[in-house]
């Protein structure tokens, strides 16, 4: 696998390349002395890396490679994926405004496929629209788009030739152009991320691209959680947080511990007048935006508020049993089912409990609904979740996870009390009794 990827990027005359994409993104997105070099802070990519171009009578060459590989979204879960370079989403390309860009693009897939720019100021004839700007790209066959950067944002790429298909697959990647001049208010810290979904079917190893809305996976740069690398930063700089969509669904994208301020779009950064705070940002269908904060020490939340966004695989169809007393049918069953758990009937934090126990196990290749462990116990969380770390004592450009925060004495939540009839709290009153039709006894509720 790594071998042949490899291969590839020779094949591919992409120059002198690091053997894994971790060292390779690390080389591509390093600290601040190679700032002054390029003349921006290059992004920093979850999970994901850079693309080395070459310089050719000053025009930068990159070259996307759309093949079939293998990608995991979390350890216990892989799939049969599309993608650009050995990976999905495919490699983050960064250029500067005004730059002269050719972009060669080989298809390694077995049905032809286009690249289309999403966003870019360019000539029509450069778009990538299958049929109507371009011809397609057959398999085999190498591509080249050509055109100078009029421009700066956070933007994407993506194919435009069976569109729903291949993006469902994993066909995408960020476009970065930075202002040429640099910015006038400087991040020290710049990560990116695209939001994606998938219809990976329990038990099953390749993505389905005819589900629209009933997906299983939900991911930053085709990671789930507890995969997801956290977002690193020493207190008191600036953090901006580029985000893309390309999935089927809009995404609020909520961060804890700041009001952070959306700075940009893909319309580029706003005039700072412009700027606004929030703390939930709709990163709609199609739209990038830019967050930018400044870190405030701790262990912080980022995460999708759309409560299913943040699970990993569960049945959609299966009955609600909060509230169901199954004493008795769980003993029935069991003798039928050795090792059988009735479960969900006080809510569903008991899954994540269960699975880590061991004795609940799923389809193959398919991973808990609810993963991952804090210092205080279960996350329960998946999907579209990560962390942000901030620490007082981090280098500049040092991403390493600096393992859990030490909250200073005193500012813990902490347990009082075990008594549930502690204290006297108000509450609103109950509702009257219930006409014999209305009752909750005739509509399967607990008596
Ligand atoms: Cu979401």
């Known amino acids: ?79 049969k994926v599309w993608g650009y370079n050995g990976s999905t989403p495919g490699p983050t390309i960064e250029v500067v405004e005004g730059d002269r860009v050719r972009l060669l693009v080989t298809n390694r897939l077995k049905e032809h496929t286009t690249m289309h720019w999403h966003g870019f100021i360019l000539p029509s004839g450069m778009d990538g629209v299958g049929g109507l700007s371009q011809e397609h790209i057959q398999p085999g066959e190498t591509f080249q788009y050509e055109f100078t950067i009029r421009q700066s944002g956070t933007h994407m790429y993506h194919p435009h030739a069976d569109e729903m298909v291949q993006m469902a697959l994993g066909m995408m990647g960020m476009f970065i152009m930075h202002p040429r001049g640099g910015e006038a208010v400087r991040v020290d810290r710049d990560y990116c991320f695209l939001l994606h979904n998938w219809a990976l079917h329990p038990g099953t190893w390749r993505p389905d691209p005819m589900i629209m809305q009933d997906f299983d996976l939900w991911t930053f740069n085709s990671k789930v959680f507890p995969a997801i690398e956290p977002l690193v930063a020493r207190s008191g700089e600036r953090v901006r947080v580029r985000v893309g969509n390309l999935s089927m669904w809009n995404h609020p994208v909520h961060m804890h511990g700041v009001e952070y301020h959306v700075t940009g779009s893909d319309g580029g950064r706003w005039p700072q007048s412009q700027w606004r705070r929030e703390v939930t940002e709709l990163v709609g ?156 006894d005739h509509h399967g509720g607990q008596s």
């Open 1 to 79: 696998m790594r071998l042949s990827r490899r291969n590839l990027f020779a094949a591919a005359g992409a120059g002198a390349l690091a053997p894994s994409l971790a060292a390779a993104a690390a080389a591509a997105t390093s600290t601040g002395q190679t700032t002054s070099a390029r003349g921006y802070r290059p992004v920093r990519t979850l999970n994901g890396w850079t693309l080395p171009y070459k310089l050719v009578n000053g025009v930068k060459e990159f070259h996307l490679v759309a093949e079939e590989f293998e990608h995991e979204f979390a350890p216990g879960c892989r799939a």
């Open 285 to 440: 269908v199609g739209q990038t935006r830019d967050l930018e904060f400044v870190a405030v020490p701790g262990d912080w939340a980022l995460h999708c508020h759309m409560a299913h966004h943040t699970m990993n695989p569960m049945g959609h169809h299966i009955p609600n049993n909060i509230g169901t007393d199954q004493s008795g049918v769980t003993e029935e069953i069991r003798a039928l089912m050795p090792g059988f758990h009735s479960m969900g009937a006080n809510g569903m934090a008991e899954h994540q409990d269960h699975t880590q126990m061991g004795h609940l196990k799923g389809p193959p290749n398919t991973l808990p609904m609810m993963m991952g462990q804090g210092p205080f116990g279960n996350l329960e969380m998946g999907g579209m979740f990560t962390l942000i770390k901030v620490r007082d004592d981090l280098a500049p450009g040092d991403y390493r996870d600096p393992g859990w925060y030490r909250n200073p004495a005193g500012s813990v939540a902490k347990r009082i009390s075990t008594d549930p009839e502690f204290g006297a709290p108000v509450r609103a009153p109950a509702l009257a009794p219930a006409t014999p039709a209305e009752s909750m």
